[in-house]
């Protein structure tokens, strides 16, 4: 049977072959579905790890390596990709330290070609696209997600139109919507109203979305948990922890752990933790609140991709906790800063938002949820040059409410030997 929509509310289910992001009964989320009854025989370790280093197109990609889990019918040439995924997990001792556990791995998504996870759910999303023929994608972003359809959307020879909010985007993301020739508008409002002007102009002028509303990016962004369980020799990690903004990779880890659970390519499945900001934090206080009566925040934080206050995939991001046992925690600005500023001194580098992913563990070992003997895996979700703003003003002490606790402050000299060479030596390690 092919692939499907399934509504994650009253299961009414829609071909695929349709532009359509919600159910047309009763307005829940929708799932792609795919039948893995036939190919179940097929689908294995060894037919994925076959795969790894191969040159050739889709299985080259770090999603497409999986298209029987993602998108088992597709026409390989239909297929918009940049060879995306195939990012590194890193061991890293030194974070784990900080974090007070003894094995600590970051899967760093800011390896992917435009430098955040946004790809995999874009090559899933742009594909889909080009499946059902449109010319025009939109999306409303934060950043990352206009830099990623941007740059898929011209692969494809689609006109990308992102809808950007005129304040606080980060410079490196912005750039790339512009370099990659899209069509920038910038709006006087937040991103959560940006959404819903996008989804309301894309009705009414056949344009198709590409938000994580859209159910195809998530099967794209599923590929993140399958990369880290092949990377670990397909052993499970006790934590993955995670970034929450409009819940779309937490939405995506759920049913990936589940479906991999489901094939048997894992034997049991691990526990999720959604890190949120402070001061960004309507699921964490659902969570709080016993999923009772969910209220949208007025988001604001430093980490701009997670500023978000009325998340879309809330539903589904529900369901995934039930699924994994997982457990919500918020993070302040500080901490989220230091966090990074850890993780960009050994050497890695992320943009603010990842680093909830290392804050958020520390604060869950302090809090006696996470046990120091268990595994973890962190996601990175951006590139530390997407904010570069964030970084120097960190450094410089510049930023309103932060102390830089891992400071390190640039010096300054004049075209002076024995003055630069005075400056060095306090800093030269004995
Ligand atoms: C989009 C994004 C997030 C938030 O992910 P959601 O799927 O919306 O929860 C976190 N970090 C970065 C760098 C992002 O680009
Ligand atoms: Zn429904």
């Not at 992102?162 to 020739?181: D, H, P, R, W």
């Not at 794209?220 to 819940?247: A, R, T």
């Not at 659902?286 to 430093?302: C, W």
Request: with cysteine.
């Amino acid at each position: 049977m092919p692939s499907i929509l399934q509504c994650i509310d009253c299961g009414q289910q829609y071909p695929i072959n349709q532009v359509m992001y919600t159910c047309d009964t009763c307005n829940g989320l929708l799932d792609v579905i795919h039948d893995f009854s036939e190919s179940k025989t097929k689908i294995n370790r060894e037919l994925f790890d076959s795969r790894l280093g191969t040159l050739d197109p889709p299985y080259n990609s770090g999603v497409w390596r999986y298209k029987e889990l993602i998108y088992p019918d597709l026409d390989n040439d239909k297929t918009v990709s940049r060879m995306e995924g195939n990012t590194n997990l890193y061991p890293l001792p030194r974070i784990a330290q900080f974090v007070g556990v003894d094995t600590m791995y970051l899967k760093h998504e800011g390896e992917n070609p435009t430098g955040s996870f946004k790809d995999r759910g874009m090559t899933g999303g742009v594909t889909q696209a080009n499946v059902l023929g449109m010319q025009r994608v939109a999306c409303a972003s934060t950043g990352n997600t206009s830099a990623s359809m941007a740059s898929y959307a011209s692969r494809a020879g689609m006109q990308g139109i992102i809808f950007l909010q005129n304040k606080q985007i980060a410079l490196g993301k912005l750039a790339q919507g512009i370099a990659f020739g899209a069509t920038c508008l910038q709006i006087n409002a937040d991103f959560d109203r940006n959404l819903e002007l996008v989804r309301e102009v894309s009705e009414r002028l056949g344009i198709y979305v590409l938000n994580s509303v859209n159910p195809f990016r998530l099967e794209g962004q599923k590929s993140i948990i399958f990369e880290v369980i092949q990377q670990l020799k397909w052993q499970v990690p006790d934590w993955i922890v995670v970034p929450g903004g409009n819940l779309g990779n937490s939405s995506a880890f759920g049913k990936a752990l589940f479906e991999l659970h489901q094939l048997g390519l894992i034997d049991r499945m691990p526990r999720l933790a959604i890190i949120q900001a402070q001061g960004a934090n309507p699921l964490y206080k659902h969570y709080q609140e016993g999923f009772k009566n969910f209220t949208p925040v007025k988001a604001d934080t430093i980490a701009t991709a997670i500023k978000i206050g009325n998340p879309v995939n809330l539903q589904k991001a529900i369901r995934t906790l039930e699924w994994t046992s997982g457990v919500v925690e918020q993070v302040t600005d500080q901490q989220i800063m230091d966090a990074k500023a850890m993780v960009d001194g050994v050497g890695i580098g992320c943009e603010p938002a990842s680093a909830c992913s290392v804050a958020g563990t520390k604060k869950l070992v302090e809090r006696g949820i996470i046990k120091p003997e268990d595994t973890v895996v962190g996601v990175l979700t951006g590139h530390v040059l997407k904010d570069p703003e964030a970084t120097i003003g960190y450094h410089a002490d510049q930023l309103d409410h932060i102390v830089p606790a891992y400071r390190n402050q640039m010096l300054q000299a004049d075209d002076n030997i024995d003055q630069i060479i005075n400056l060095l030596s306090d800093r030269i390690p004995v």
